[in-house]
T-cell receptor, first 117, second 114 residues
Framework: SAVISQKPSRDICQRGTSLTIQCQVD?????MFWYRQQPGQSLTLIAT?????????ESGFVIDKFPISRPNLTFSTLTVSNMSPEDSSIYLC??????????????FGEGSWLTVV | SQELEQSPQSLIVQEGKNLTINCTSS?????LYWYKQKYGEGLIFLMM?????EEKSHEKITAKLDEKKQQSSLHITASQPSHAGIYLC??????????????FGKGTKLSVIP
């Protein structure tokens, strides 16, 4: 199993600033994902954080706006750059852990609820 | 806080068989989401349900939300190997300025045997 610590849990940010969200896992995991969800909408995958290489971004998300670091197999950060009110959302990190014959299990951080004013 | 109980934890079915996955909430749901994940690919959004009694279908997958908005089921008809993966229910609890929380079930691992 994997336990994820995500922070900050909540922040109110000024327009134009940047904020970095951290995701720490208590075990080494290969796959780490960053999502966001706005009220009334589904989770949207921002990118897959790859250890030792650049993140893989989904359509509509770019590295300049959402730079991601993955320095090792237990840690990743997502930065939301030059924030606007449209970036107000919950940002969520998730890992997929291979658990042998039992298959894979998905784990989530507790989310970071950002409000941009 | 809201909790989502998802069952079964895992499921192995023969190709062509129907199956159902359930998701039960401890509180009335504001929005219920169904997702699917294949290894290494991230979650794929399947359907969202908000109204009591609501039912939505996409290809061979149907999702329902009960009238009390505390239980949802995902039904796959005539399963295929492409349906294999982890199915996850999620809910959001948004009370305006007060709080916004996301909750997820533990997932159901589906294997489809040809």
């Amino acid at each position: 199993s994997a336990v994820i610590s995500q922070k900050p849990s909540r922040d109110i940010c000024q327009r134009g600033t940047s904020l970095t969200i951290q995701c720490q896992v208590d075990s080494q995991v290969t796959m780490m994902f960053w999502y966001r969800q706005q009220p009334g909408q589904s989770l949207t995958l921002i990118a897959t954080a790859n250890q030792g290489s650049e993140a893989t971004y989904e359509s509509g998300f770019v590295i300049d706006k959402f730079p991601i670091s993955r320095p090792n197999l237990t840690f990743s950060t997502l930065t939301v750059s030059n924030m606007s009110p449209e970036d107000s959302s919950i940002y969520l990190c998730s890992v997929e852990d291979q658990e042998g014959a039992g298959g894979n299990t998905i784990y989530f951080g507790e989310g970071s609820w950002l409000t941009v004013v | 806080s809201q909790e989502l109980e998802q069952s079964p934890q895992s499921l192995i079915v023969q190709e062509g068989k129907n199956l159902t996955i359930n998701c039960t909430s401890s509180k009335t749901l504001y929005g219920l989401y169904w997702y699917k994940q294949k290894y290494g690919e991230g979650l794929i959004f399947l359907m969202m349900l908000q109204k009591g009694g609501e039912e939505k279908s996409h290809e061979k997958i149907t999702a329902k939300l009960d009238e009390k908005k505390q239980q949802s089921s995902l039904h796959i008809t005539a399963s295929q190997p492409s349906h294999a993966g982890i199915y996850l229910c999620g809910a959001d609890d948004y009370s305006g300025a007060g709080s916004y929380q996301l909750t997820f079930g533990k997932g159901t691992k589906l294997s489809v045997i040809p």
